[in-house]
């Protein structure tokens, strides 16, 4: 796979090497259960311990706060369904139209449970104005999850507002920020988010690793049962190796954050400026304030999903939307939402690119898309 140009960083990332080598560690040689109380299990445990602390450090919160889960669909629903069950059913939730579908169908589960949800919608360039909000939310609202990034084209939200207009109504509010975490600046406290969904994956950590921020002091109901994990909260022995390749992986990012961003910031001012020296007519998706290197770019009267399958056999690996979505072949839920005209909609891709691609990548990404939409 030399050759291969991978910019689909949003779908999932390229593992951290030193974070390899840490888990590697944890599996072939540490790999004492951490409840054990037998030397073996002593640096596993103390592993664990440091990895909560670190993940922490990362965003702002305290190591109790750090609940460790298999990745973000498993932190999305226990955030939504772990407060729902305490909560009345004549209460409300409230999210948005354009989350994944982790949080829309744990939000629709509980629809049919008999649960009350308001589904917010964006404005054009996918943001979910604190107005928007304000018409929705009442007193009767008890949990408000709104996205921090969207997957499928980049708009980061304004969370501290949004969270701000929720606790005026006593509500708590959570974002998932899978796609946000160890690509921009995040504090829980400065946010004043009381849950926050992170899945390891999307940081150059392992697949099937998160984290869940429960903020001290929420009331939340257990969400896998059995033993006393987790501060009794998720039960399960831990996924050790994949903690601790989370935890270096998360800070390494952290450490070079500043200037992974103006990296990738700038291979996607370069990619953009080559596009329109080729004469390529598209339409840029999400905003002005999107995740650095997430591109949503719209072909008018082309298909999005001819356009990756070309570049799949030029040795390009791209989106149409979000990944989690490839079975679903009708127009993105997120494209609808922001009302993009069907047939743009359809000519839609998503280019992800992250801290491993190379000057020499964005050409060949151009190259490759002016070939596909002006040659053939
Ligand atoms: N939330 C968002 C915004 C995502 O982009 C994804 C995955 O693409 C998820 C949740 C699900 O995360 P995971 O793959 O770790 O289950």
């Known amino acids: 796979m030399k050759h291969y140009v991978y910019a689909d960083n949003a779908a999932t990332t390229e593992i951290d090497i030193g974070a390899f080598d840490i888990m590697k560690s944890f599996l072939l040689n540490n ?115 709104v996205m921090l990034a969207n997957n499928e084209i980049g708009t980061i939200q304004p969370i501290k507002e949004l969270c701000e207009i929720a606790h005026k109504h006593n509500a708590l509010f959570h974002t998932d920020a899978v796609q946000a975490v160890g690509h921009i600046n995040i504090d829980v406290k400065d946010l004043g988010i009381d849950l926050l969904s992170s899945s390891a994956h999307k940081f150059n950590g392992a697949k099937g690793t998160g984290f869940l921020y429960i903020k001290n002091g929420i009331e939340m109901h257990s969400f896998i049962d059995g033993g006393l994990q987790e501060s009794n909260l998720r039960a399960g022995t831990e996924n050790v190796a994949g903690i601790v390749c989370m935890a270096t992986a998360l800070k390494n990012n952290i450490l070079q954050l500043d200037k992974n961003q103006k990296y990738v910031k700038k291979l996607e001012t370069k990619l953009l400026s080559l596009l329109e020296k080729d004469g390529l007519n598209y339409i840029r998706n999400g905003g002005e304030n999107t995740l650095p290197g997430l591109i949503s770019l719209s072909f008018p009267g082309f298909d999005g999903e001819a356009i990756l399958h070309c570049m799949d056999l030029m040795g390009i690996a791209i989106s149409t939307g979000s990944a989690c979505d490839s079975k679903r072949k009708k127009v993105s839920h997120v494209l609808k939402a922001i009302s993009l005209d069907e047939k743009v909609a359809k000519g839609t891709i998503r280019i992800s690119l992250g801290k491993n691609n190379t000057e020499e990548h964005i050409e060949r990404i151009a190259n490759s898309l002016a070939k596909i939409l002006i040659k053939q």
């Open 31 to 145: 790999y004492g259960n951490p409840s054990q109380p037998y030397s073996l299990s002593r640096t596993p445990k103390k592993a664990v311990k440091e990895a909560r602390q670190c993940i922490a450090e990362c965003i702002g919160a305290n190591s109790d706060e750090i609940f460790f889960t298999s990745g973000g669909t498993e932190s999305d629903n226990w955030a939504i369904k772990g407060t729902a069950f305490f909560m009345d059913k004549n209460k409300n939730i409230i999210t948005s139209e354009i989350e994944h579908h982790a949080i829309l169908n744990s939000c629709l589960s509980l629809e049919k449970m008999g649960y009350s949800v308001l589904y917010l919608q964006p404005d054009k360039n996918g943001v979910i104005t604190p107005k928007e909000l304000e018409s929705k939310i009442t007193n009767q609202t008890k949990f408000v999850s």
